[in-house]
């Protein structure tokens, strides 16, 4: 079955280090897009990708990074920078730019993100 | 104020109970989202509208335009849909989605 496969389900970092999120998807998706969810809040955009080799921040892009080398593989790396890491981190894709037709966002099932 | 604002934040009903959550968006919107988060996380989305009414099951979902509001409707409600339902807008041209903070659904026997 097609899908998107967000791994590890948990991550600890500790202090001063870097981490990274897996997403990978083999629904042949052009779009792929991390988020972050805290508590009380709605999902945000960290950084979107609508083609491999290229990439764009988002509304909270400080303190993270990605890559898109692969169009199935678009990895988060949770930098030193980023002061308060701990939340819920969500990746999903879309099939392509949405050219006048809007297509629903496929989810992963996430990676919880603590600080130890 | 949030671009998009969900009512009720949290929702306890019985089961069989007919339930409604409500979105309202102050921005222009190409499209709507409900979608729905399971405990463990995960989303899964159930519609997108831009327009009338959808049906999926138990389920259906409502737009209007003119009054930048949407309604997500469960029919004889049970345990297993049990979770949080987050209203998402595309916003117009574009594919940037803005989240509502969900309504938390929680179903007894």
């Known amino acids: 079955d097609g899908g998107i496969t967000q791994s590890p389900k948990y991550l600890f970092r500790k202090e001063g280090q870097n981490v990274t999120l897996s997403c990978e998807q083999n629904l042949n998706h052009d779009a792929m897009y991390w988020y972050r969810q805290d508590p009380g809040q709605g999902l945000r955009l960290i950084y979107y990708s609508q083609i491999v080799n290229d990439f764009q921040k988002g509304d909270i892009a400080e303190g993270y990074s990605v890559s898109r080398e692969k169009k199935e593989s678009f990895p988060l790396t949770v930098t030193s920078a980023q002061k308060n890491p701990t939340a819920f981190y969500l990746c999903?894709?879309?099939?392509?730019?949405?050219?006048?037709?809007?297509?629903?966002?496929?989810f992963g099932d996430g990676t919880r993100l603590s600080i130890l | 104020k949030n671009e998009v604002e969900q009512s009720p934040q949290n929702l306890t009903a019985q089961e069989g109970e007919f339930i409604t959550i409500n979105c309202s968006y102050s921005?222009?919107?190409?499209?709507l989202h409900w979608l729905q988060q399971h405990p463990g996380g995960g989303i899964v989305s159930l519609f997108m509208l831009s327009s009338g009414k959808k049906k999926h099951g138990r389920l259906i979902a409502t737009i209007n335009i003119q009054e930048k509001h949407s309604s997500l409707h469960i029919t004889a409600s049970h345990p297993r849909d049990s979770a949080v339902y987050i209203c998402?807008?595309?916003?117009?041209?574009?594919?940037?989605?803005?989240f509502g903070t969900g309504t938390r659904l929680q179903v007894f026997p």
């Open positions: 921005v222009g919107i190409s499209a």
């Open positions: 998402a807008v595309n916003l117009f041209n574009t594919d940037k989605l803005i």
């Open positions: 999903a894709s879309i099939e392509g730019a949405h050219g006048g037709s809007y297509q629903p966002q496929h």
